[in-house]
Antibody, heavy 119, light 106 residues
């Protein structure tokens, strides 16, 4: 069974940084693409970015609101994908989900981790 | 940037058919995916690539996509189908979600 677990959420100040982790089990991680999706309180889903497998190039893509501030990386030895968030804004307050990215649709989502950006 | 438009809310009587639409420019040329999200839970894909149903998703869920509108259809809607539903496509190397539709089963 595929299982994704996010961690690292919490309170950060505007302008601050935070790193989220997404640990994956139940499949061959080296072949796995992972997307991050966030959901502000009471709002809809917003795609943040993704990282593809190293076998497929290891490249990343980002949504416009986070480009230049967020970086996605992976450590295949730890079956983990990271979301490095910097220059945080209050608008970044959301539950952050990671999900397996099958090239077009997202399946096997984690339970999410809450990030609150507030002074 | 590409935009997807969904109705904010859809209501359906128990056992009747619900249709949730997702509008976008020439969306019929794209692959559309649908997610169900219940309160406090992560989303679950219920239809992928326009009309494919993942294992474990009831047969009453189906999808179609043509022209400028994609549609999620729930036949014989059940109480447990009450949830938020989101459509999603890829455009210019970014995933785009619709604003979401709240399905109420009366």
């Amino acid at each position: 069974e595929v299982h994704l677990v996010e961690s690292g959420g919490g309170l950060a100040k505007p302008g601050g940084s935070l790193r989220l982790s997404c640990t994956v089990s139940g499949l061959t991680f080296t072949k796995t693409w992972v997307s991050w999706v966030r959901q502000a309180p009471g709002k809809g889903l917003e795609w943040v970015g993704r990282i593809i497998s190293k076998n497929d190039g290891g490249t990343t893509d980002y949504a416009a609101p986070v480009k230049g501030r967020f970086i996605i990386s992976r450590d295949d030895s730890q079956n983990t994908v990271y979301l490095h968030m910097s220059s945080l804004e209050t608008e970044d307050t959301a539950v952050y989900f990671c999900a397996c990215d099958y090239g077009d649709f997202l399946d096997d989502w984690g339970q999410g981790t809450l990030v609150t950006v507030s002074s | 940037s590409y935009e997807l438009t969904q109705p904010l809310s859809v209501s359906v009587a128990l056992g009747q058919t619900a249709k949730i639409t997702c509008g976008g420019d020439k969306i019929g040329a794209r692959s559309v995916h649908w997610y169900q999200q219940k309160p406090g839970q992560a989303p679950v894909v219920v239809i992928y690539r326009d009309n494919y149903r993942p294992s474990g998703i009831p047969e009453r869920f189906s999808g179609s996509n043509s022209g400028n509108t994609a549609t999620l259809t729930i036949n014989s809607a059940q109480a447990e189908d009450e949830a938020d539903y989101y459509c999603q496509v890829w455009a210019s190397s970014t995933a785009v979600f619709g604003g979401g539709s709240k399905l109420t089963v009366l």
